[in-house]
């Protein structure tokens, strides 16, 4: 069986705010297969989000979109499944909103998305960027620690799901 891959997952500020909204991308997340491995609820900080979004410095849309992120609050999710970035780049649709709304009116961003920038959630794109993102936002997480210590237990499917923290735990 393929060792598991991780992803970072972001569920935005203003899906949070609704929480119907919220409740159904969390029972597509849990539907889809996929292990939450970590989870938190926080204000993405400034520094956190020019640091995330560095890539698009210079872009017209940057202040815009590190404006948003760091507007309310955000979950973000370590995710845990073979082919997590494929499958949850997948079930989140394009980027933009327009098009998952005429393309692929099913997907989270088709369902929920508002618009380029409220576009309901971020997923990783490579296995590089995933290890990248997870460390802006878990620090403390170390990926190969996880994959020695952990990933095991998730991948032949001893955890138990803690509804309450939106959270799958190693039964260790």
């Given at each position: ?5 991780l ?9 949070i705010k609704?929480?119907?909204s ?10 889809s ?5 970590r989870?938190?609820?926080k204000r ?8 995330f979004y ?8 940057y202040?815009?979109?590190v ?6 609050e955000?979950?973000?999710h370590?995710?845990?499944k073979?082919n997590?970035?494929k499958?949850?780049?997948a ?9 998952a ?15 380029d ?6 997923g ?5 960027t995933?290890q ?10 170390n990926?190969?620690?996880?994959l020695l210590k ?17 959270l799958?735990?190693?039964d260790?």
């Amino acid at each position: 069986m393929p060792v598991l891959q991780l992803t970072l997952a972001i569920i935005k500020p203003h899906i949070i705010k609704n929480p119907i909204s919220l409740e159904a991308i969390r029972k597509i997340i849990i539907s889809s297969n996929f292990k939450i491995v970590r989870s938190k609820r926080k204000r993405i900080l400034l520094d956190e989000a020019e640091l995330f979004y560095e890539e698009h410095k210079h872009k017209f849309f940057y202040n815009r979109l590190v404006t948003f992120m760091t507007s309310g609050e955000s979950d973000l999710h370590i995710l845990a499944k073979e082919n997590a970035i494929k499958d949850w780049r997948a079930l989140m649709g394009p980027t933009k909103v327009y098009k998952a709304q005429f393309e692929a009116p099913n997907t989270i961003r088709g369902l929920y998305g508002l618009s380029d920038t409220r576009n309901a959630t971020h997923g990783s794109d490579s296995p590089e960027t995933a290890q990248r993102e997870i460390k802006i936002f878990f620090p403390e997480f170390n990926c190969e620690e996880w994959l020695l210590k952990e990933e095991p237990h998730f991948r032949t499917g001893q955890v138990k799901f803690l509804n309450n923290e939106f959270l799958h735990k190693a039964d260790c």
